[in-house]
C-alpha cells in the first residue's frame, strides 16, 4: 500500500469507490446501487472508449443482467450468432448451426455479440438513471487503507486534489491498475509474440452473410463477425510477422490479406483499426485489506472463447453482493475473505485453458500447424453434430459451468447439485406466476428454493426469518437438471447454491445462516 500521508481534510464519503469505468468498473457499481449501496465512479479517461476488442456476451452474463434488468436491452441491441464457418487454408472446413445450442441450460441459449463500446454506453446509461454518473478525467493518485477505511487521494479534472474516504476501494482500472501497484500486488505471466488488430469495416461478399467466420492458415487467423447494420462487420486477425515491432505505428496496409480473399471478403472502408499484443497474467491476489482487483486489473488472458470481458463481470457480481451484506450488517465481514479464492481459481484455470487453445490456434511449431491445418478440420464437423460435445461446448463457453465447490461459503450436496453450483435453471409451464426458476432471482437478496413440497417447518422458520421461500411444483424434468425433490437449495444473491440439503431440513438452513452471520431481509 503506498504508505504517503493522506489528508483528512475535505474528506467526502461514500461506501465504495470503484476505480476504472470499463464494463467490469459499471458492472459493479449498478448492483451496488440496486443492493442500496453508495457509489462513487471514477476514471482518468475523458470519454468511454469508441473502439474495443471485445464483443461476446456469454450467457451467465446475461443471466446476471436479467437481475438488474437490463438483459433483455443488451439482447436487443446485440446480435445472435446463429451459424460458424471454419476456413483452413482456403477451404471450408465446416458449417455448424450453433443457434440455441444451449436450450436446455439457459433462458440465453446463444452466443451473442455486442461491441464492448455500445455495450459500456448502455451500462453508463443505465447507471445514471439510478442516479450514479462516471466522473471523469478523474485520477487515482494514491491511497490508504487506515483506521477502518480508505482514503484515497483524487486528481480533478482541472488538475486540483480532493480526498475520497472510503469503506472499501475496487481496482477496475485495467492491466496497468493503478489500485494494483499500490498495494504492490504482482501480476505474473507473459506476452505472446504475435500482434493482433481489431478493424470495423463495411464489406461486401458472399460471406458478409450473417454468420460468424473463422479462417486458420500456416501463419495467419482471422475471425470475422457480423455487426448490426447491413455490410458491417468486425474483424480481429494476425497481423503480418515483418510488420510486428513497432505495432503502434501500423496500419491496414500492414495487414496480410490472402485470408481476406479466400473467404471472399471485400473491404470497401475501415472505419477504425487498432493493433494489440496479448498477454496471459493472474494477479498474486485478488484482494487484499479493504481494496480488491477485478477485471483485467485482476487477470488478462487470450480473447479466444470471448472469455474476459464476461469473467470481470462475473468478478464485479461475486464481489458486490458481498460488500453490501458486509456494510448493510447483513454478514460477517469474513464473508469478503471468499472473493479472492472463488474467483483467482476460477480466472487461473481460464488462463491455462485459453492459453491452450491460443497455441494451437496461432503458433507456428510443427505440431500446433498439423494440429490446426489438419486434425481441426477432420474432426470439427464430425463433433459439431454430436449433442453431448454441443452441450459441453455451451456450458464451457458461457460460464454457466462455472462452480465455488471448494469455496467456504459452499456445503451440501442434494441429487446432482453441491453446494457452489449454479443454480439449474428450469423452465415452468406459465401457469404460475414466474416464467422460470431464476425470476425470483431479481430481488437480489438470499432465497430457500423447493422443487416439491416444503415442509410446515421451513415454510415457519423462512417467515420468522424474513428469507423468502420459493415453492415450485414438482415435474420431471427437474430431476432431469439434477435437483432432488423436495429439497432445500439455500441460493446467494448472485445465483449460486450456498446450501444444499437433501433432507429440506429447516434446521440445516438456519444452522448455515447462523453460523456465517447472515440475515436476510433488506
Not at 137 to 159: I, M, S
Not at 341 to 350: G, Q, S, T, V
Not at 371 to 394: G, Q
Request: with cysteine.
Amino acid at each position: 500500500m503506498n504508505s504517503s500521508p493522506v489528508s483528512s481534510t475535505d474528506v467526502l464519503g461514500t461506501d465504495v469507490l470503484v476505480v476504472g469505468a470499463g464494463p467490469t468498473g459499471l458492472v459493479l457499481a449498478l448492483w451496488l446501487s440496486r443492493l442500496g449501496v453508495r457509489v462513487r465512479i471514477v476514471d482518468k479517461t475523458a470519454e468511454p472508449g469508441t473502439t474495443s476488442r471485445a464483443l461476446a456476451v456469454q450467457a451467465r452474463t446475461l443471466e446476471l443482467y436479467r437481475q438488474i434488468g437490463i438483459a433483455d436491452a443488451v439482447v436487443e441491441r446485440g446480435w445472435q450468432a446463429v451459424v460458424v464457418n471454419l476456413w483452413v487454408a482456403g477451404k471450408k472446413a465446416a458449417h455448424a448451426v450453433i443457434g440455441n445450442i444451449g436450450a436446455d441450460i439457459s433462458p440465453y441459449p446463444f452466443t451473442l455479440t455486442f461491441p464492448q463500446d455500445e455495450h459500456e454506453r448502455l451500462l453508463v446509461d443505465r447507471l445514471a438513471e439510478v442516479g450514479v454518473h462516471v466522473e471523469r478525467n478523474t485520477e487515482l493518485l494514491h491511497f490508504e487503507d487506515t483506521d477502518g477505511r480508505v482514503l484515497a487521494r483524487l486528481k480533478q479534472p482541472d488538475g486540483a486534489e480532493e480526498t475520497c474516504e472510503a469503506a472499501y476501494i475496487a481496482g477496475c482500472d485495467g492491466a496497468r491498475s493503478a489500485v494494483r501497484g499500490a498495494l504492490g500486488v504482482g501480476f505474473p505471466g507473459g506476452t505472446y509474440s504475435h500482434v493482433f488488430y481489431v478493424a470495423d469495416v463495411d464489406a461486401s461478399g458472399e460471406t458478409m452473410n450473417g454468420e460468424l467466420h473463422v479462417a486458420l492458415d500456416r501463419t495467419d487467423f482471422i475471425a470475422m463477425f457480423p455487426l448490426d447494420g447491413a455490410g458491417r462487420a468486425r474483424l480481429v486477425g494476425t497481423v503480418r510477422d515483418e510488420a510486428e515491432h513497432d505495432h503502434q505505428d501500423l496500419t491496414w496496409n500492414d495487414v496480410s490479406k490472402q485470408v481476406l480473399e479466400w473467404i471472399r471478403v471485400d473491404i470497401k472502408r475501415v472505419n477504425w483499426f487498432s493493433t494489440y499484443r496479448v498477454h496471459h497474467r493472474v494477479a498474486d491476489h485478488f484482494a487484499r485489506g479493504r481494496a480488491f482487483l477485478l477485471g483485467d486489473a485482476a487477470h488478462i488472458h487470450s480473447p479466444v472463447g470471448g472469455q474476459g470481458m464476461n469473467t470481470g463481470i462475473g468478478d464485479a457480481v461475486n464481489l458486490a453482493w458481498k460488500l453490501a451484506a458486509v456494510l448493510q450488517g447483513r454478514g460477517n465481514a469474513s464473508l469478503l475473505d471468499s472473493y479472492e479464492p472463488e474467483r483467482i481459481a476460477f480466472a487461473r484455470r481460464l488462463v491455462a485453458t485459453t492459453d491452450q487453445a491460443f497455441t494451437v490456434v496461432t503458433s507456428q511449431g510443427a505440431m500446433a500447424r498439423l494440429m490446426r491445418l489438419r486434425i481441426v478440420p477432420l474432426l470439427i464437423r464430425p463433433l459439431s453434430t454430436l449433442k453431448l460435445v454441443r452441450r459441453f461446448l455451451f456450458r464451457t463457453v458461457s460460464q454457466t459451468a462455472v462452480n465455488y465447490r471448494e469455496s467456504s461459503l459452499s456445503e451440501g450436496t442434494a441429487g446432482e447439485v453441491h453446494g457452489g453450483d449454479r443454480l439449474p435453471w428450469v423452465k415452468l409451464d406459465g401457469n404460475g406466476e414466474c416464467e422460470d426458476n431464476f425470476a425470483p432471482l431479481t430481488s437480489l437478496d438470499w432465497q430457500v428454493h423447493v422443487y416439491g413440497e416444503a415442509t410446515a417447518g421451513m415454510r415457519a422458520a423462512c417467515d420468522a426469518r424474513g428469507l423468502p421461500l420459493q415453492v415450485f411444483t414438482w415435474r420431471q424434468e427437474m430431476s432431469k437438471k439434477g435437483l432432488r425433490r423436495d429439497a432445500a437449495y439455500l441460493v446467494r444473491p448472485d445465483g449460486y447454491v450456498a446450501l444444499a440439503d437433501a433432507e429440506g431440513s429447516a434446521a440445516a438452513i438456519a444452522a448455515y445462516l447462523d453460523a456465517r452471520g447472515f440475515s436476510y431481509s433488506r
